[in-house]
């Protein structure tokens, strides 16, 4: 092929999105351009080149012989340019540590305490990010994960931190409305359930708590359930219900009035939460002193629970 003169780099680009996607549309989504930006600037790739690079049968579009000897070709010198973009965004981020956990606990939890350890750590850069999935060390830019049960056992480097609790409780203003003479008086309020996704065994249910009493649930007056603990503890401050509020979560609350828990009648979550990290984390600076700061709170946190028990 005698070729008189490169491409424009935009062509080359291009060319190289669709043989690596699959399609003009896909290339097109990731260049952040429309598809026929993305056809407009193959034929140029074509026209500099004096070869076809891409057939079209009917509605399909694939690549030519031709095509796909040019695409392997690139396609090094633009691993390489993702590559050190890559190595980049890791220079930049590295003395900030990411940590990764599960939204409620990360709002209800762990957040609340981080801006403490961040007034003694100064210079430390936290990202906290709730996020239900569990995260792929040395691919996500995640540093550790807080999460929940027998995943754990998924991680190479990790720590169980405490096993939580949970307690009936309402707002004053719904106890005021409906007086209670024994624990089994609250199956009659209206109740708050939590139903987590299905790879995690739920906390405790109210059925589960009414056997712990020595009684069967019969559903009379209706329950809702949400698949956030924190919106559960939110809509029970709001008045609405009745919850099974995990205590790590709803602490705050109780010591502060917005909760009440007229019978201290707890049941203890079938699972330990956890803490994982990517071994490279403990490098950074701050760290170690971060992994050890969150396992000294869950152990802070599990002695609370030492009563319940």
């Given amino acids: 092929m005698n070729v008189k003169n490169s491409p424009p780099m935009r062509a080359i680009q291009a060319f190289e999105a669709f043989g690596r996607l699959g399609s003009v549309t896909a290339a097109a989504d990731e260049l952040g351009v429309s598809p026929g930006a993305v056809s407009q600037q193959i034929r140029k790739a074509e026209d500099e080149l004096g070869a076809s690079l891409l057939e079209r049968r009917g509605r399909t579009v694939t690549m030519t012989s031709l095509g796909r000897r040019y695409h392997a070709a690139i396609s090094d010198g ?16 590295e003395s900030a540590l990411t940590v990764s956990c599960l ?31 569990e995260v792929r060390f040395g691919e996500d830019q995640v540093d550790f994960r807080v999460s929940y049960g027998a995943k754990m056992r998924e991680y190479d480097h990790y720590a169980a931190l405490f096993t939580d609790w949970v307690v009936p409780a309402c707002s004053p203003a719904l106890l005021e409305r409906r007086p209670l003479r024994r624990p089994a008086d609250i199956l009659e309020c209206p ?20 056997a712990s009493l020595g009684i069967s649930y019969r559903r009379t007056s209706g329950e809702m359930a949400f698949s956030l603990s924190s919106a559960a503890i939110d809509a029970a401050i ?22 009440v828990v007229p019978f201290d009648v707890p049941l203890r979550l079938p699972d ?23 396992v000294a709170v869950a152990n802070r946190q599990d002695a609370k629970h030492q009563t319940m028990r």
């Fill in 78 to 93: 633009f691993d390489r340019i993702r590559e050190a973009g890559n190595m980049l965004d890791r220079a930049r981020s």
């Fill in 103 to 133: 939204p409620s606990l990360a709002s209800k939890w762990l957040a609340p305490q981080l801006f403490d350890w961040q007034a003694h750590n100064v210079g430390a850069t936290v990202r906290l990010i709730g996020a239900e999935p």
């Fill in 191 to 210: 109740l708050l359930g939590i139903e987590w996704a299905s790879d995690h065994r739920s906390p405790p249910t109210w059925a589960e708590w009414a």
């Fill in 238 to 259: 709001n008045g609405r219900g009745f919850v099974l509020a995990q205590m790590s979560m709803a602490g705050d609350d109780i010591a502060s009035g917005r909760l």
């Fill in 272 to 294: 330990p939460y956890f803490l994982a990290w990517d071994r490279s984390a403990l490098q950074k600076p701050h760290g170690a002193a971060l992994r050890a700061w969150i």
